[in-house]
């Protein structure tokens, strides 16, 4: 069974950066999309980016595009989010999950999650 466990998150000036990882750990982690979203108080959860199980396919949400970065790492079963000139408006919790049909937008399509790692911007 694969477990995610992120990690990585902070307090940042608005402008700064911040890299998230999430460790998978089970089989098959290689064979899967893997994607991250995040969940601000009062919000649905929404996309972020995602990256297919070959690393050149990547998807970004149309407002992280130029500032965020999806990569992998199979050697050592981890996913990261480079997240460069942060906004207020990205502070969220921030959930890595598995994709069943490839680097999607769809949270639907997702069936392992992790706890989240929490990110906060200031003005």
């Known amino acids: 069974q694969v477990q995610l466990v992120e990690s990585g998150g902070g307090l940042v000036q608005a402008g700064g950066s911040l890299r998230l990882s999430c460790a998978a750990s089970?089989?098959?982690?290689?064979?899967?999309?893997m994607g991250w979203f995040r969940q601000a108080p009062g919000r649905e959860r929404e996309f972020v980016a995602a990256i297919g199980w070959s690393t050149e396919n990547t998807y970004y949400e149309e407002s992280v595009k130029g500032r965020f970065t999806i990569s992998r790492d199979k050697a050592v079963n981890m996913v990261y989010l480079q997240m460069n000139s942060l906004k207020p408006e990205d502070a969220a919790l921030y959930h890595c999950g598995r994709s069943r049909r490839g680097y999607t937008e769809f949270a639907a399509e997702y069936d392992v999650w992790g706890q989240g790692t929490q990110v906060t911007v200031s003005s």
């Open positions: 089970g089989r098959a982690f290689s064979t899967y999309a």
